[in-house]
């Protein structure tokens, strides 16, 4: 009984050890350390994919960067090793401060960026969404089924062509068209104009010219995409608006829109990061380049002449800091208004 007794004592005690379950008792301390290992784990896993692409990152985005910002304080000519620290001298020049003049052609340069950006995707977006909707909302309507036109592969094809093309090509191509000799200033004479205009070297046109050019160029590739995101819709709603005899154009104002919101907003991005550029196409379809009395003039087209054609590659640095602050504050700004539009202020 004794030897009973002390065996159940024993079977107590180990089992107030173990526990109700039996299992040994875990040390919170190990739990730690083994989180602990697994956390060092998986970021030393994550960091070995990251740190090459880390460093080219820092090599050729961020050091260029930090260098064009000390570039922009110096009087450097761009051929020569040597040169010294200005200052704010740039600047100054650049923005017209103390005895300087303001620099003439960067800020008709602004100028004329601020009128590509308000412009060219206000214009591109509204005809890329009307073709888009004409393809894929606009066929034949049966028992509520809403069909795209008949060949709208094809023609989603022919639209997306001039995004195949060489911007050298089709700068040659419009400089042709809009030649006072050329096909456009033909088609009038044939039409009953006598003096049809000279396009790209008069300064009421040659703006409009530019800007017709930039919207021909980028119409067919946001038709497409605004296309493809015209397929996610839900064809339950445009089928029971169509059931509804709702018109297309009430089913495009209430509907489809503003389900391609998103779409739009990261559309108007792109292009207008593309305006704030423009500098291909000024570059090589404009006269002068930049049109008479810089009418057609880009901000990056007065930093390139102020280095290729002036050698004041320090001043044509701190213009290019200038565009890129005034990218930065454009970007904040559409990513304020995306946040908006996502619900996330």
């Known amino acids: 009984m004794a030897d009973s007794g002390n065996q159940v004592a024993v079977q107590t005690d180990g089992s107030a050890a173990a526990g109700s379950t039996g299992r040994p008792a875990v040390d919170p301390a190990g739990r730690a ?17 990251l740190i090459l692409p880390m460093i080219i990152f820092l090599i050729f985005v961020v050091s260029p960067y ?14 020569s090793p040597a040169f ?29 960026n601020l009128i590509l ?18 393809l894929n909302l606009s066929g034949s309507t049966k028992a509520g089924q809403l069909r795209g036109v008949a060949g709208a592969s094809f023609y989603r094809v022919l639209f997306f062509v001039p995004q195949v093309v060489s911007v050298a090509a089709l700068a040659i191509m419009f400089q042709q068209v809009f030649h006072p000799g050329g096909l456009l200033n033909s088609l009038l004479r044939l039409m009953g104009v006598p003096n049809p205009p000279s396009w790209l070297a008069d300064p009421n046109t040659a703006m409009l010219t530019v800007i017709i050019v930039m919207v021909w160029m980028n119409v067919g590739f946001y038709m497409v995409y605004f296309s493809a995101a015209m397929s996610g819709i839900p064809r339950e709603l445009l089928e029971a608006a169509a059931i509804d005899k709702a018109s297309r154009a009430q089913t495009f104002l209430r509907i489809t829109l503003p389900l391609l919101r998103s779409s739009i907003v990261t559309a108007y991005i792109y292009l207008g990061v593309l305006c704030l550029d423009a500098f291909a196409i000024v570059q090589l379809m404009t006269i002068g380049p930049g049109g008479p009395n810089e009418t057609t003039t880009v901000m990056a087209l007065s930093i390139y002449k102020s280095f290729k054609e002036q050698g004041q590659f320090g001043y044509a640095t701190a213009q290019g800091v200038v565009l890129f602050f005034i990218t930065l504050v454009l970007a904040a700004l559409t990513l304020r208004v995306t946040r908006r539009e996502q619900g996330e202020l």
């Open 117 to 134: 950006l308000l412009v060219v995707p206000f214009i591109s977006i509204a005809i890329a969404l009307f073709f888009a909707s004409m």
């Open 33 to 49: 350390r083994q989180r602990r290992l697994k956390l060092v784990q998986k970021y030393v896993f994550v960091g070995s994919f």
């Open 66 to 79: 930090v260098q064009a910002f000390y570039l922009a304080l110096t009087d450097w000519t761009g051929y």
């Open 84 to 112: 010294e620290f200005v200052g704010l001298q740039n600047f100054a020049a650049l923005f017209g401060l103390g005895d300087f003049n303001p620099d003439r052609v960067f800020w008709a340069g602004l100028r004329n």
